[in-house]
């Protein structure tokens, strides 16, 4: 993407066999996203305003300050360019800086969208789009952040004046975690346990104000603050992450969010027929946002690793020549390209999930709850499964790129220390998957029934022939039919969902069992989504994909995320008696043919991200390979190297050194 000087990898760029501007645009989804996508990326990486170099230099006062300069300029760019909401998003990706902004739009009017009634979206959006006020998602508390029916703060019907009391009665129950909170948020959907008429209704969500729209100060009842420095010196510290206490708040009824649930003015409170799981409904928003995310994540690891990768040599010189690249160490190889394929299979599973999400939200909107309890179960899964694989896969780009994989200007270190709370926030990894289990079990309890499995779990319809099949895999090649590969992925997935459903039929309190067998659950919940991966990466493989080359590029990345998957879990396929030892191995040896494959392309499957030199903040993987000289004139602009001599040189390190050498004369 990057214009100038001499292409160190242009010789790499020649060996591709595919369509690069192409499969540009099918990373990006369609050739509109990928224009979007690419304009706005030059906007921000040529206007000096948004450079990010100087991140880890600034003490957390001047890194924050900082960034509510950026947006402040960011939002007053979207104004003056009439950026639309797309443009917008994608201007606030490439700044790559989190902030407020990320919660204000991500969250506080996600929540107000999906759980508000009309007329409270219709007073609150409006003022939100414009930024009149600036809101943050406030559940989490000290206490209590998975278990969300945990909550301790209250939000007490007031019949006398017709408002809500809210108050934070325990330590345990201040808010603590919200981002935008800490410094920024003029409101919050505070999530408190609704009391009316001394009965406990559980959690719900409310619009509280917490600061002045005219001086910012915290109006009466509220304390809030920032929790403090987090994982990283720069990274996520950009981030105001707040705490929150309420000391008997007064709000209207109606800024109690009511699409779910009403509190009329007599204090009576009526269920309407809207499941009370859409509460939860922004969680599944983000979810779903958060798994595109992981593909950007790690796309841009690999990126630098497979660039660094190329340009890197070491030993192997024959005759005074080049040393070997370390991209052609199979070792390397081995670990690079499976995250290569999972970068581009969590893209297309991402697509496949916002897809998802838009057809459920229609679906609520005409008041159909059918495709709910999926919605949820493939959001909370693959949130799950490609936070974890990114953020194990940043630090395993961090390895390959060795010693200087280490440096800041690598950009991997920060990348790893914004990335890896997505393992957390949005619920942790493990209570997701065990939410996948609870579904699985489900649905497999009702096989026989007549309820017919659908959506990501038809494949359990097939249950009789896929707990009793054989892989017919028996040369080299047969790994790379579609069809072999997916039923073993089925055969193993549901194999292991019915194990651990046996297992918990031997336990007369279900719940007992549940817990005791829940790594497990855990497990089966991890097979369950990695077969919906690879089989929303073999569907994509069946649309018409135009460009010379680039179908057979996703083929190939394809079977490597596939197989790479089998050979890792090995234990798992040959446990449960899907595939033989024999099989394995030739699927291992189907694997190594396909890395010589992806080989001579590397370069240009990581060029189709089209990132900017700007966006990946990396010296390691510049798009020009320049590597060696912009590490050595970037170590000098290390403030360190401002003086020959260290500051300090006089007070301690004088004395020692003095001291050694009348101790030697002694
Ligand atoms: C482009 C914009 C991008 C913006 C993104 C910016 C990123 C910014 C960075 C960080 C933001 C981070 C924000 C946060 O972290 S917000 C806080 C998130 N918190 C959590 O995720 C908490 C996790 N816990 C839970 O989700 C749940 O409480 C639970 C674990 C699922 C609850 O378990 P429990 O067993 O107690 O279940 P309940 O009794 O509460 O409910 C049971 C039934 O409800 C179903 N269920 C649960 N969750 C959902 C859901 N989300 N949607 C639909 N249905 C749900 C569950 O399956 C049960 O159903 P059943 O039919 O079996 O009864
Ligand atoms: C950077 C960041 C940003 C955040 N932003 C927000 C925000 O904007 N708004 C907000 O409301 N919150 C936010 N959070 C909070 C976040 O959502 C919670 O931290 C998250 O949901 C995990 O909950 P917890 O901290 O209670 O973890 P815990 O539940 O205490 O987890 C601790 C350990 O216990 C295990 N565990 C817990 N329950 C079970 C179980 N039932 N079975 C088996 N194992 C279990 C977990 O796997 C984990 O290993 C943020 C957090 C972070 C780190």
């Known amino acids: ?48 305003a948004f450079r990010k170099d100087n991140r880890n230099l600034l003490s957390r006062k001047e890194l924050f300050k900082n960034t509510l300069r950026k947006a402040a300029y960011a939002w007053k760019r979207i104004m003056e360019l009439r950026l639309t909401e797309e443009e917008a998003a994608k201007l606030r990706f490439f700044i790559d800086e989190p902030a407020y902004t990320d919660l204000h739009w991500g969250m506080f009017v996600p929540a107000i969208k999906g759980q508000g009634t009309e007329e409270q979206q219709q007073k609150w959006l409006p003022l939100a789009y414009k930024m009149q006020i600036i809101g943050c998602y406030a559940q989490t508390e000290l206490g209590h952040g998975s278990n969300v029916q945990g909550l301790e703060t209250t939000a007490t019907f007031d019949p006398q004046t017709d408002e809500f009391i809210i108050n934070s009665p325990t330590l345990t129950s201040s808010k603590w975690w919200p981002g935008g909170l800490g410094k920024v948020s003029t409101h919050a959907v505070a999530y408190a346990r609704l009391i009316v008429n001394g009965q406990d209704h559980g959690v719900h969500g409310f619009i509280v104000q917490l600061r002045s729209l005219d001086d910012h100060m915290p109006l009466p009842g509220i304390t809030v603050g920032d929790i403090g420095m987090k994982f990283g010196s720069g990274a996520y510290n950009t981030m105001d992450n707040g705490v929150l206490r309420f000391d008997h708040v007064r709000i209207p009824r109606n800024q109690m969010l009511m699409r779910v649930l009403q509190v009329t003015r007599e204090g009576k409170v009526v269920q309407s027929d809207v499941p009370r799981q859409l509460i939860y409904g922004t969680m599944v928003y983000v979810r779903q946002t958060i798994v595109s995310d992981a593909s950007s994540a790690l796309s841009r690891a690999v990126c630098i690793a497979t660039r660094y990768s190329a340009v890197r040599r070491q030993f192997g010189s024959q005759k005074g020549g080049p040393e070997t690249q370390v991209i052609d160490y199979k070792t390397q190889q081995s670990r690079l390209f499976p995250l290569l394929a999972s970068a581009y299979a969590f893209r297309f599973v991402g697509e496949w999930l916002k897809w998802l999400y838009t057809d459920v939200t229609q679906r609520l909107q005409a008041n159909d709850f059918s495709t709910l309890p999926e919605a949820h179960a493939c959001t909370a899964g693959l949130k799950s499964l490609t936070t974890s694989a990114t953020a194990d896969a940043i630090e395993e780009c961090r390895k390959l790129c060795g010693g200087h994989g280490y440096l800041t200007s690598s950009g991997l270190p920060e990348l790893f220390a914004v990335y890896i709370p997505a393992c957390t926030y949005e619920g942790d990894n493990t209570v997701l998957l065990l939410q996948v289990a609870r579904f699985l079990m489900k649905t497999v309890s009702q096989l026989g029934s007549g309820k017919q499995p659908v959506g990501s779990t038809a494949y359990m319809s097939r249950a009789e022939h896929l707990m009793q099949c054989r892989c017919s895999a028996q040369r080299v090649e047969d790994w790379l039919k579609p069809d072999v590969v997916l039923e073993a992925f089925e055969a193993r997935a549901l194999r292991m969902s019915v194990a651990c459903a046996q297992n918990l039929s031997k336990f007369s309190n279900p719940e007992e069992g549940f817990a005791e067998l829940s790594a497990d659950l855990a497990e089966a919940a991890i097979a369950h989504c990695q077969l919906i991966v690879v089989s929303k990466f073999v569907e994509k493989l069946q649309q018409d994909i135009p460009g010379q080359g680039v179908k057979q590029q996703l083929q190939t990345l394809c079977f490597v995320y596939s197989l790479h998957l089998l050979h890792k879990h090995q234990g798992d396929f040959l446990s449960t008696g899907c595939i033989t030892p024999k099989q394995a191995s030739l699927a291992n040896e189907q694997l190594r043919s396909l890395y010589s494959q992806v080989r001579p392309n590397a370069i240009a499957l990581v060029d189709a991200f089209n990132y900017t030199d700007h966006y990946l903040g990396s010296v390691l993987g510049r798009y020009d390979g320049n590597v060696y000289p912009t590490l050595y004139e970037d170590a000098w602009k290390d403030p360190l190297n401002d003086s020959v001599v260290p500051d300090g040189y006089h007070e301690y390190l004088r004395p020692v050194l003095k001291q050694q050498l009348r101790n030697a004369r002694l």
Not at 13 to 25: A, G, L
Not at 26 to 34: N, T
């Open 1 to 48: 993407m990057e214009g100038g000087g001499v292409d160190h990898l242009a010789e790499e760029r020649q060996k591709s066999r595919f369509d690069v501007d192409e499969m540009k645009i099918v990373w990006a989804g369609s050739r509109h996203a990928f224009e979007v996508s690419d304009r706005v990326a030059r906007l921000v990486a040529s206007d000096p």
